[in-house]
């Protein structure tokens, strides 16, 4: 059943790159056909979650790579399978929705194709053992979403939230990859189970407080974590499928996903507790207070995203057997209520035409199917019984309860953030599904009982979960206490259930919804507080002002690309001769050995000094020449003398290769010549002087290269290496030949390659020049 689970992630992908073949042929049935394959890894996830054999227990599956340390290798436990569980259960469940939902859009093909692709890139990242195929499908899920948010990019809105989320999650990936490598470095491995199975600590190192800076950028990012949080309201602009399935199991639950996968390996230092619980801590209240001054019902639903996340967050910090309990059920319990609720969100909007809470009354009596569903998920979503939530709730008390040391900010935190949870279920289920007063009658598209059923069947079947699962929690014991036991390296007992007795946490709890229904009576003046107060923080808002940043980088980008980037080659040319020669210089002559060891300097002879004059008057005599068949020659005799000197040392292959390289250049040159245009004066003194300080800068700049070449001592020159192995590895007496074709074979390929690129080159221009002459005689 697990080959068959690994093999089920595969055909999704597959499924995806065949989307264009496969929306033709099914046209608007594709979102049904596209579901099946999620909904059979579905059920066999379903069957290994209830036959795991112990809590202890895992199944790694090898696939393949291209490196020791690039395996692409699926691990599966029960971390990765309740969250493979939640991305295919209800990834079937949004893909049988759209069908319906986005059967007007254009580029159904395209929102299909990113769709399954983002399914396939988050369930990769779940199920991955190898910390850099994490990484991979970790950015794949960024890319593909920028194109599931900006899916209406004729749209300004939707292509401005796009690019923020884009942005912030890619620089979140890179601080991942960072972090993935140290990891690697430090730990000598990439594998999870090795890592795990080893039992590696970094708490103690050295660099454990950068790889945590770097992949707590990382979870921020991606899972909106404050101040990262602004972008995820802004991903409303995406259609409604899009944002259920982003905002319920996916995209923003992939930070949460990391957190508990590197917690038995980065977690449990006194920096992971107060960074993670402060961070969740803040970004929960306020996501629940923005949301509360909300009217549009699918920003009320991201803004309480935020808030649960937060939630997880500070649950992950706290780092108990409790708190890891309570964030794995919370994970289940938000998804399936926040995915039933956007549904039902995209429902109403379809049938109405508005998500206006202040337009939107009475649609328990003319939409009972949908009302039913959204008033079970906004009981999950406020905590109360018998839903899942309620348990999910009472374990997050419970956990904050048990950690008496910041008891005094967790439990205030929490408990002000649930009422205001409870406060907007109540809200949204008064003004939505029963107010009618003093609001004008809503005209239905068309009957409920006319939608299809897919169209339905997602937020009912997520509520009916959400209740079964609150019923009869036992279902989840097993594999929640293999989930514990990959998180927090021991085994523990985990007991659920919808009731523990009068105690404590049921105390706060009753307080929250008590306070929550209060806020509710008093919604009118504290809506108007709040609305205030977000107004008076208009004037930090974080979108504008990471849209204004990005436009001035971009500005002042510009102004020094073209300053820099302005096309005139020579200039590139001088500036980086310039630089290197400042460098080198400086290296030379700040060696502790001295820049040049004289005393190992042999004595030069007079033939070798006669040879080295007459190039050097061929040079002076070709740069102040006016004739270009005498600068020719002159550089001819360049060449020809270093072919001399080559054979005075004793180099006589390279001194035939340098005469017949001088030889076929001249009459390369002599041919070309004829069709060059007159001489002319095209720079000023001014210019030439520099030209030639430059130039006769680089020049000394490089002998002295080589003259502090020759005398550097190697422990092993790689000389020797060539001389011991080119007979008996390259099977030739040559040296010289066996290293330009055996040892840096790939080398002299790509030279060749060069030079026929640029004989070709050359070749073209003489024909067109000469068929212009043909012409224009």
């Known amino acids: 059943m697990e080959q068959l689970a690994i093999v089920l992630i595969g055909l999704i992908f597959l499924m995806g790159l065949m989307v264009p073949l496969l929306r033709p042929l099914f046209k608007n049935y594709t979102g049904r056909i596209l579901a099946l394959v999620p909904f059979a890894l579905f059920g066999a996830l379903t069957i290994l979650f209830f036959t795991l054999p112990d809590q202890t227990s895992r199944i790694i599956e090898t696939g393949f790579g291209f490196l020791p340390e690039m395996q692409f290798t699926f691990r599966i436990d029960g971390v990765s399978l309740i969250f493979g569980m939640m991305v295919s259960g209800i990834g079937g469940l949004v893909l049988g929705y759209s069908s319906f939902y986005m059967a007007k859009y254009a580029g159904r093909t395209k929102f299909y194709f990113f769709l399954v692709l983002f399914m396939g890139a988050m369930l990769g990242l779940v199920f991955a053992d ?52 140290l990891i690697g470095n430090l730990a000598g491995t990439y594998s999870l189970s090795e890592l795990y199975d080893k039992g590696f600590r970094f708490g103690a ?69 107060s960074a993670l619980i402060l961070a969740g801590g803040i970004t929960m209240f306020i996501g629940a207070f923005f949301a509360l001054g909300q009217k549009d019902l699918k920003r009320i639903l991201a803004f309480t995203t935020i808030s649960a996340l937060g939630t997880m967050v500070m649950l992950i910090g706290m780092n108990t057997s409790a708190s890891i309990k309570a964030a794995l059920i919370f994970f289940i319990v938000h998804g399936l209520y926040k ?140 594999t929640m206490a293999n989930a514990m036991y990959f998180i927090q390296s021991e085994v523990v007992d985990i007991d659920l259930a919808l009731w523990h007795g009068f105690n404590q946490v049921l105390l706060l709890s009753i307080f929250t919804v008590a306070m929550g229904v209060l806020i509710f009576v008093f919604r009118r003046p504290i809506g108007k507080l709040v609305r205030i107060i977000i107004g008076w923080t208009d004037q930090y808002h974080l979108p504008d002002h990471f849209n204004k940043l990005i436009k001035n980088y971009l500005s002042f980008a510009g102004k020094h690309t073209n300053r820099i980037q302005h096309g005139y080659h020579r200039y590139y040319l ?32 007079i033939h070798v000094i006669v040879v080295l004059l007459v190039a050097m008057m061929g040079v002076i005599f070709a740069i ?28 006589v292959d390279l001194a035939i290769t340098q005469f017949l390289a001088e030889t076929v250049i001249m009459v390369i040159f002599v041919m070309v010549i004829y069709h060059l245009p007159d001489f002319a004066v095209l720079s000023s003194k001014k210019s030439r002087v520099r030209d030639a300080l430059i130039a006769a800068g680089v020049g000394v700049m490089i002998t002295l290269i080589v003259l502090k070449a020759r005398f550097i001592n190697l422990e092993t020159p790689v000389s020797e290496f060539f001389a011991e192995n080119s007979f008996l590895e390259g099977h030739g007496r040559n040296i010289v030949n066996v290293i330009l074709v055996d040892f840096r074979a790939l080398d002299t390929l790509g030279e060749i390659t060069v030079l026929g690129l640029a004989a070709a080159g050359v070749f073209s221009l003489l024909r067109f020049d000469l068929k212009d002459k043909n012409t224009k005689k």
Not at 217 to 233: D, E, G, I, N, Y
Not at 410 to 416: H, Q, R, S, T
Not at 578 to 593: E, N, P, R, W
Request: charged share 10%; hydrophobic share 55%; net charge positive.
């Open 130 to 181: 190898n910390l850099l195929a994490l990484f991979i499908f970790w950015e794949l899920t960024s890319i593909t979403s920028f194109f599931l948010i900006g899916f209406d990019h004729d749209k300004e809105k939707p292509r401005q939230a796009s690019l923020q989320a884009l942005l912030l999650t890619a620089f979140g990936g890179l601080c991942l990859l960072f972090a993935v490598i």
């Open 205 to 273: 190192h050295s660099d454990y407080h950068l790889v945590f800076l770097l992949v707590s950028v990382a979870v921020a990012t991606k899972s909106a974590q404050f101040p990262f949080h602004f972008w995820l309201p802004g991903a409303m602009n995406a259609p409604t499928p899009i944002s259920a399935y982003l905002h319920s199991a996916t995209m923003v639950n992939a930070g949460i996903f990391l957190l508990l996968r590197l917690n038995p390996v980065l977690g449990g230092t006194i920096l992971w507790k």
């Open 339 to 478: 995915g039933g609720l956007f549904m039902v969100a995209g429902i109403i909007d379809k049938n109405t035409g508005t998500r206006d809470i202040d337009k939107l009354g009475g649609l328990l009596k003319t939409m009972p199917i949908t009302s039913i569903a959204g008033i079970l998920a906004l009981l999950s979503m406020s905590g109360l019984p018998p839903m899942l939530g309620f348990i999910g709730k009472e374990l997050i008390y419970d956990a904050k309860v048990q950690i008496p040391e910041l008891s005094w900010l967790v439990i205030p935190l929490g408990v002000a953030a649930n009422m205001m949870m409870v406060a907007i279920s109540v809200l949204v289920f008064y003004e939505i599904f029963l107010s009618r007063r003093n609001k004008k009658p809503i005209a239905l598209k068309q009957p409920e009982k006319r939608l299809p059923g897919n169209f339905l069947a997602g937020p009912v079947a997520l509520a009916l979960v959400g209740l079964g699962l609150g019923m009869a929690p036992g279902w989840l014991e097993d």
């Open 574 to 605: 001088m500036t980086f001769f310039a630089a290197t020669f400042v460098l080198v210089i400086y290296q030379l002559f700040s060696a502790d050995d001295g820049w040049f060891p004289v005393k190992q300097v042999s004595p030069l002879q």
């Open 624 to 651: 102040f020449t006016k004739s270009r068949i005498s600068a020719i020659i002159s550089l001819g005799v360049l060449g020809y003398g270093i072919s001399v000197l080559y054979m005075l040392y004793g180099a």
